[in-house]
């Protein structure tokens, strides 16, 4: 849930094989803790002059972060982060940590090269150059995980079963396609897909007026009951108290 000032923008050429997109996040003057929502993603950060990754997340999850920070995330395509960080997603699910647990003296030495007494856009030009001499030469990203990835975001036909449905779109068997969605987003299909039901619903919440229990039945919700279940479960509040929430931010 944003609180503060969020910015996004598309990564740069240099950064596109392996990121989606570049964003700042400057945080208030006055600590508050923050409700990360699960949006089956994964980041890499920079914060108070260090990397961390954070990892995909499950379940909400609160983060107080240091009070009037800038936060500068670098948002992995889908399946992406995997091959950059060279372990499966699986082993970061729910997790925030600081890149040198994972790369050890590979890790300082990239932060060691980063001046952070800079304004924001030259320290965003510079971390920019770091992380894209950090891209894996073995390879692109999976492209089938990829499409996977965009299959569970627009969801499955009516009535079709989800991991029957994506084994045959994808040529997959269904023991084949958890194990690689493991290995890439860190839980299975069916996981995926109630994170990204659940990130439909928001954002046709942001775009119209309509009643809350037509909007769940557009996002691919039996009924708004199922809907303010998922909403606890994902988000912790239900959509009437998230709806108050982001109205103060």
Known sequence: MAIGDF?????????????????????????????VT?????????????FRVAGPDRDPKLELLPA???????????????TWLGMPAAEIVGQRLALDELW??????????????R??????????????ACQPARGAPDPVMRAAFELVRAGPPPGAPLVPW???????SERTLRRRFDESFGYGPKTLDRIMRYQRFLGLSR?????????????????????VRESRRLAGVTPRQLGRILSHD
């Open 166 to 172: 994506l084994g045959r779109a994808l040529a997959l």
């Open 7 to 35: 910015r996004e923008r598309p990564a740069a050429v240099a950064l596109s094989r392996s990121f989606a997109s570049v964003w700042v996040h400057r945080l208030p003057e006055a600590a508050a803790p923050i409700v």
């Open 38 to 50: 699960p949006d089956g993603t994964i980041d890499l950060q920079w914060i108070d002059g260090a």
């Open 104 to 117: 050890g003296p590979k890790a300082r030495r990239l932060a060691a090269g980063i001046r952070p007494d």
């Open 207 to 227: 775009r119209s007026a309509q009643p809350t229990a037509r909007l769940a039945l557009e996002a691919g919700y039996a009924d708004q009951a199922h809907l």
């Open 119 to 132: 304004d924001t856009a030259e320290l965003i030009g510079e971390l920019e150059g770091a992380v894209a």
């Open 68 to 82: 009037g920070a800038t936060v500068i995330g670098f948002r992995f395509h889908p399946g992406a982060a995997a």
